[in-house]
């Protein structure tokens, strides 16, 4: 499809188990992006990859979470031993970096994520 | 530490009539502002943007309006149809850098028939 595709999406687990999330972006956007939404909040960033630069792991919540992009394509998000608290969707979004309007990204439907 | 925030987390107004959604910001350095839109079951999707040079930006039935010296934002919707009933997301950036953006917790708009 033309979209930002993410799977699964949903995924229920058990606390203390690990998850991965798949984020395939838009071809030939060089900008790809995880934010998540946890229940009454707003979109809160988590990761930033753009072409071969270093990745902004900024809004990583702890070290538990980690993510991974190969080239310019698609990107793993890795939730280690979850929490409740790590319930949310999360969000994939890429973008064409310095071309576009500014800011617009584009979302996938996002991963539902459930730990029970 | 709520960089982006909107105080309303749900309105509701009669088809027809003015919508509009508030947003406030607390850092200076933010130069480039955004809406988004979002249904059910789906991802955001880009709205309507400004620039911290204007105050004002408009496309169609939206409108969005900037007071540097507030950190305040609007979204306008006139006349509003039963198809915007959504959750509207404010969002800011720095033009420079990396294209970062923060996001409100959104504002859940029900237009009424």
């Known amino acids: 499809g033309a979209g930002v595709s993410q799977s699964p999406s949903n995924k229920v687990t058990e606390k203390g188990k690990d998850v991965e999330l798949r984020c395939d972006p838009i071809s030939g956007h060089t900008a790809l992006y995880w934010y998540r939404q946890r229940l009454g909040q707003g979109l809160e960033f988590l990761i930033y990859f753009q072409g071969n630069s270093a990745p902004d792991k900024s809004g990583l919540p702890s070290d538990r979470f980690s993510a991974e992009r190969t080239g310019e394509s698609v990107s793993t998000l890795t939730i280690q031993r979850t929490q409740q608290e790590d319930s949310a969707v999360y969000l994939c979004?890429?973008?064409?970096w310095g071309r576009g309007r500014v800011g617009e990204l584009f979302f996938g439907e996002g991963s539902r994520l459930t730990v029970l | 530490d709520q960089q982006v925030k909107q105080n309303s987390p749900s309105l509701s107004v009669q088809e027809g009539r003015i919508s509009i959604l508030n947003c406030d910001y607390t850092?200076?350095?933010?130069?480039?502002f955004l809406w988004y839109k979002k249904y059910p079951a789906e991802g955001p999707t880009f709205l309507i943007s400004?620039?911290?040079?204007?105050d004002k930006n408009e496309d169609g039935r939206f409108t969005v309006f900037l007071n540097k010296s507030a950190k305040h934002l609007s979204l306008h919707i006139v006349p509003s149809q039963p198809g915007d009933s959504a959750v509207y997301f404010c969002a800011a950036s720095r033009v420079v850098g990396a294209q970062k953006l923060v996001f409100g917790q959104g504002t859940r708009l029900t237009i009424n028939p």
């Open positions: 850092n200076s350095m933010f130069d480039y």
């Open positions: 979004a890429s973008s064409f």
């Open positions: 400004i620039s911290s040079i204007k």
